[in-house]
Nanobody
């Protein structure tokens, strides 16, 4: 049985940083494309960062403007999202998801999902 568990969310001031973690059991992160999705209040869930399974290449949505970094620790079977210079528009629920195909920032491609974690950015 596959489980993805997010951690590291919380409240941060504008301009601050947070690192989200996505720990996996039941699958090997290195074999999957792992994507972070964000769902702002009242909006759809959007893919924002993905790490490929094959070469570990990261992909980001353009709106992040270089502020976020996705990475993987194979020894811990965990994917991270380092978020810097957080802005009020970054607030929302963050989810990690895995698929065994390729990096696509579209949620319908993903079979495995975490339960989500909340990030709040105070202005």
């Amino acid at each position: 049985q596959v489980h993805l568990v997010e951690s590291g969310g919380g409240l941060v001031q504008t301009g601050g940083s947070l690192t989200l973690s996505c720990a996996a059991s039941g699958l090997i992160m290195d074999d999957y494309a792992i994507t972070w999705f964000r769902q702002a209040p009242g909006k759809e869930r959007d893919g924002i960062a993905c790490l490929t399974s094959s070469d570990g290449r990261p992909y980001y949505t353009r709106s992040l403007k270089g502020r976020f970094t996705i990475s993987r620790d194979n020894a811990k079977n965990t994917v991270y999202l380092q978020m810097n210079d957080l802005q009020p528009e970054d607030r929302g629920d963050y989810y990690c998801a895995g698929n065994d195909e390729r990096c696509v920032l579209v949620e319908s491609y993903y079979k495995y999902w975490g339960q989500g974690i909340q990030v709040t950015v105070s202005s």
